[in-house]
């Protein structure tokens, strides 16, 4: 099976800025979503954004809203994920997850997305 895979994690000062990207499969699919989802050291992993492919809908958390952007590639299955104004709290690995059949209102629940991308570091660190 297809995988999403991601890159452009690494290593970034408090304020910086990031662009992450995830090559994604393209599924046909009712309510076909590409999210984010991170997990930091010791902690649970954790939504952190999400793009419904055909109306672009998107949603955030709100720790990164206003920081973070989603969006689409208009020439590829891709999805690319602005950050800005990153801070050390922002420390994690980033996954790309897919999935289909997802309602609005459970988007942000990991157990949706049924294919996952092996991750990409982040640090934000001095």
């Known amino acids: 099976q297809v995988l999403p895979v991601e890159s452009g994690g690494g290593l970034v000062q408090p304020g910086g800025s990031l662009t992450l990207s995830c090559a994604a499969s393209g599924r046909a699919g009712s309510h076909y979503t590409i999210a984010w989802f991170r997990q930091g050291p010791g902690t649970e992993r954790e939504f952190v954004a999400a793009?419904?492919?055909?109306?672009?809908?998107?949603v955030y958390s709100d720790s990164v809203k206003g920081r973070f952007t989603i969006r689409r590639d208009n020439y590829k299955n891709t999805v690319v994920l602005q950050m800005n104004s990153l801070t050390p709290d922002d420390t994690a690995v980033y996954y790309c997850?897919?999935?289909?059949?997802?309602?609005?209102?459970?988007?942000?629940?990991?157990?949706?997305?049924?294919?996952w991308g092996q991750g990409t570091q982040v640090t934000v660190s001095s």
């Open positions: 997850a897919e999935g289909t059949g997802i309602i609005l209102s459970s988007i942000r629940n990991q157990r949706n997305y049924a294919y």
């Open positions: 793009i419904r492919w055909s109306s672009r809908t998107t």
